[in-house]
């Protein structure tokens, strides 16, 4: 059975930083650092939430193209760790715990900040306790409900595609006819 975890944030001390002492170079160091300690906690976590998470921490809340730039040099560091998962970067770590899902809350991460792989298994859950075939149509609502959320929008709808697609792709979930799903019974990863 797939399991829902807790999803445990990084949090980091704020260190109040001018975005033109940033890109200086004078903080690499401490941004390499809370970069790796951020994919280390929170991973699966998608680049957009992992840069929020370390800039916030510098009290930076707007990002310029100056700042962006730096980033992405920054992040080329954890390349190894990247995978695009249906057109979302989302970044990886060896310590993650594989098959389940963590609910989403506004607090904590939006429906667009939710790796598509790990949302895969919020369907796989779905469709493991129903124990039957579902439409697509009827499949949604219970995804969404299933991931901590009251009504759709369209930031969701798009997790759910992907995730769908990823799911199917990666053969954690089965299909007949053009949009009906399920799971096999030992579909849950070793």
């Not at 975890?5 to 941004?31: C, K, N, Q, R």
């Not at 730039?69 to 057109?87: H, I, K």
Request: aromatic fraction near 10%.
């Amino acid at each position: 059975m797939i399991e829902k975890a807790p999803y445990t944030v990084a949090t980091f001390e704020l260190i109040p930083t001018p975005s033109d002492v940033m890109i200086s170079g004078e903080l690499d160091e401490i941004v390499l650092q809370r970069l790796h300690d951020c994919i280390e906690i929170e991973a699966p976590i998608t680049r957009a939430l992992l840069l929020k998470r370390v800039i916030n921490s510098f009290d930076i809340h707007k990002v310029g193209w100056r700042v962006n730039q730096y980033f992405d040099r920054m992040l080329g560091t954890f390349d190894s760790q990247l995978v695009v998962e249906m057109g979302v970067p989302v970044y990886h770590s060896a310590n993650e715990k594989k098959g389940c899902f963590r609910p989403g809350t506004k607090d904590i991460r939006f429906s667009h900040q939710i790796p598509p792989s790990e949302a895969a298994y919020a369907i796989v859950s779905v469709l493991e306790r129903v124990r039957r075939k579902l439409r697509r149509k009827a499949l949604y609502p219970l995804f969404y409900r299933e991931l901590g959320y009251m009504k759709s929008g369209s930031d969701l709808d798009d997790l759910f595609s992907k995730s769908l697609k990823w799911a199917f792709q990666n053969g954690l979930i089965k299909r007949v006819q053009t949009s009906t799903y399920y799971v096999e019974r030992d579909s849950s990863p070793a």
